[in-house]
C-alpha cells in the first residue's frame, strides 16, 4: 500500500507570512506525529494525534505553530507569521500504536520549508 | 528528560571497513531503542530495532544490541559498501503518552570504493 505522502515537498516563503503543510497517513494508521528537522540536527517532535483523543502539543515551540487532523486521515501543519528560525524540513510520521512495543513510525519524504 | 546522544559525525569509511556509531541514551524507564537511516534524496527509514534488554536488532547486515548496562544501542556492520552511505539517526521510543520518538543528532557516513 501507499506510503506516509506529505506536501508541498518543498516550500519557499517570505517573513511574515502564513503556510500549510499537509500529511497523508497510512490507511489505518491511528497515531500520527509531526517532527522537526533543523539542518544538520536530529528531529524533533512536535505534534501527536492518537484517533479522537486531544492531541498532546507539548513539542509545539510556539503559538504561531497549529495543527489539526480530521479523525484519523489527513492533519495539517500550520505556521503563522513565519519566521527564518522556521526554516526546517518539516516531517510526518504514522503508527498503528498496536502496542506499547510495537509502535513503529513510518515518516513521510517531509517538506523542506525556507523562509526569506 | 530522555535524550539521545550518538557519535558526532561526518564518518569516512572505505569499502569492506568495520563500521560501528555509538549511540548511548538516558531515559526513564526501559524504552525501545531504534536505529532509522536517511539515504541521500529519500525519506527516513526504520533499519532496526529492540525493545528490551539483550534484544539484538539486525537489518541489511547491521546489527544494535540493547545494553541496559551502559545504556547503549550501538551500530554496528561487519562490511561496509557504498550503497550504505547515509546519515544514520539513533532513537529511542518513549513508554508513556504519545510515544513520541527522541532522536540523536545523526551521524552522515560516506563509504569510498
Known amino acids: 500500500g501507499a506510503g506516509v505522502s506529505q506536501s508541498p515537498s518543498n516550500k519557499v516563503t517570505e517573513k511574515g507570512k502564513d503556510v500549510e503543510l499537509r500529511c497523508d497517513p497510512i490507511?489505518?494508521?491511528?497515531?500520527l506525529y509531526w517532527y522537526r528537522q533543523r539542518l544538520g540536527q536530529g528531529l524533533e517532535f512536535l505534534i501527536y494525534?492518537?484517533?479522537?483523543?486531544?492531541?498532546?502539543k507539548s513539542g509545539l515551540p510556539s503559538d504561531r505553530f497549529s495543527a489539526e487532523r480530521t479523525g484519523e486521515s489527513v492533519s495539517t501543519l500550520t505556521i503563522q507569521r513565519t519566521q527564518q528560525e522556521d526554516s526546517a524540513v518539516y516531517l510526518c510520521?504514522?503508527?498503528?500504536?498496536?502496542?506499547?512495543?510495537?509502535?513503529?513510525?513510518?515518516f513521510g519524504p517531509g517538506t523542506r520549508l525556507t523562509v526569506l | 528528560g530522555n535524550s539521545v546522544t550518538q557519535m558526532e559525525g561526518p564518518v569516512t569509511l572505505s569499502e569492506e571497513a568495520f563500521l560501528t556509531i555509538n549511540c548511548t541514551y538516558t531515559a526513564t524507564g526501559y524504552p525501545s531503542l531504534f536505529w532509522y537511516v536517511q539515504y541521500p534524496g529519500e525519506g527516513l527509514q526504520l533499519l532496526l530495532k529492540a525493545t528490551k534488554a539483550d534484544d539484538k536488532g539486525s537489518n541489511k547486515g547491521f546489527e544494535a544490541t540493547y545494553r541496559k548496562e551502559t545504556t547503549s544501542f550501538h551500530l554496528e556492520k561487519g562490511s561496509v559498501q557504498v550503497s550504505d552511505s547515509a546519515v544514520y539517526f539513533c532513537?529511542?521510543?518513549?513508554?508513556?503518552?504519545?510515544?513520541?520518538?527522541?532522536f540523536g543528532q545523526g551521524t552522515r557516513l560516506t563509504i569510498n570504493p
Open positions: 494525534f492518537q484517533g479522537n483523543s486531544a492531541p498532546d
Open positions: 490507511s489505518g494508521h491511528t497515531a
Open positions: 510520521a504514522s503508527s498503528r500504536r498496536a502496542s506499547v512495543t510495537s509502535n513503529e513510525q513510518f
Open positions: 532513537a529511542l521510543s518513549e513508554l508513556q503518552g504519545a510515544q513520541k520518538l527522541v
